[in-house]
């Protein structure tokens, strides 16, 4: 007698869900980019259609975190764990927030500004533009290939044993924070390149510094929000209605917080060695200690 095959394996692990949310990003980034392409394309006299693609472009980066966030949490949960999904997870996460968060703050806030040729800043920040546009994407994807390839990465400044922490700021989080400035203003571009664009072009220059740096970040990977009954489904519901109903605020804040807290953490330990480190002693002491 012939045993039939089930025509699903219920023991093989649905690799498929995770890679559905890594299409999902990889898709957000393509539609940034479509949206970004959209909106330079348009005529002067159509400001306001461009600033609605631009917040388009902005929110589908901001989507594009969530997802993720879970595709990892989900192949965790499920077993579904690959080297295939890492590695199309990585070529995702280089395109969606790197290429398309640089094309966006390019169009947005260096390209979109009125250029003053008689000021120094006005004649050199577009071309100063590019390369840290570039700069970007390149630390975005040196994030990734150095999570990939090392096993147990440690941050520079050591955080609480037994706490789980990123070694630099991670690409989505960097990719989250140009997005939340460009939605924050309703999509409408920079106006000028003093001092908007020069700001921009530091905010931008400060993402690619911290995402290969050594710092220390959260990775909330040790949150459990459900350990209280209850206490779960209350937070989540709360940080959904204030992001639904104050998404520009609301996500700027969280945006900025995230990036300061590892510029915190790394000065709070500096000052926290300087203070454990003991102070040499003068050359009379010397002296008169080896008496």
């Known amino acids: ?8 394996d219920r023991e093989k692990p649905p690799y498929a869900l995770p890679t559905l949310f890594t299409a999902g990003t990889l898709f957000c980034g393509y539609f940034c980019l479509m949206k970004t392409v959209q909106a330079i394309s348009l005529p002067p006299e159509s400001a306001a259609m461009a600033a609605r693609l631009y917040d388009h472009a902005a929110m589908a980066i901001g989507i594009a975190v969530l997802t993720d966030g879970l595709d990892g949490r989900i ?5 579904a764990t690959s080297d295939f999904g890492r590695e199309i997870d990585s070529l995702a996460d ?16 260096i390209r979109a500004p009125e250029l003053r040729p008689e000021l120094w800043l006005g004649k050199y920040l577009p071309s100063l533009g590019y390369l840290i546009a570039f700069l970007f ?14 096993k147990n990465p440690q941050p520079k400044n050591p955080g609480r044993p037994g706490k ?23 999509g409408i571009p920079i106006e000028n390149w003093w001092p908007s664009g020069a700001l921009w072009l530091g905010l931008m220059g400060l993402l690619s510094f911290l995402m290969v740096s050594n710092w220390r970040y959260s990775s909330f990977k ?5 350990g209280t009954p209850g206490r779960g489904v209350v937070v989540i519901g709360a940080l959904i209605y204030l992001i639904w109903n104050f998404s520009q ?9 995230f990036l300061v807290s590892g510029i ?23 002296a008169e200690q080896s008496a």
């Not at 192949?75 to 077993?79: E, L």
């Not at 994407?137 to 090392?150: I, T």
């Not at 789980?164 to 309703?186: D, E, K, N, Q, S």
């Not at 605020?249 to 917080?257: G, T």
Request: aromatic content about 10%.
């Open 264 to 286: 915190y953490w790394r000065v709070a330990w500096l000052l926290k060695r300087d203070k454990t480190i003991p102070s040499a002693p003068e050359p009379a002491e010397e």
């Open 249 to 257: 605020p609301v996500l700027l804040l969280i945006a900025s917080w």
């Open 94 to 109: 280089a395109i969606t927030f790197g290429v398309a968060p640089a094309t966006l703050a390019f169009a947005w806030g």
């Open 1 to 8: 007698m012939r045993v039939r095959r089930p025509l699903i």
């Open 75 to 79: 192949a965790r949960a499920t077993g």
């Open 164 to 186: 789980r922490y990123f070694v630099g700021m991670p690409i989505p989080a960097a990719a989250g924070m140009l997005a939340a400035v460009v939605h924050a203003r309703g």
């Open 222 to 226: 040790d949150l459990n929000l459900m």
């Open 137 to 150: 994407m390149l630390c975005g994807a040196a994030r990734l290939a150095r999570f990939n390839v090392q």
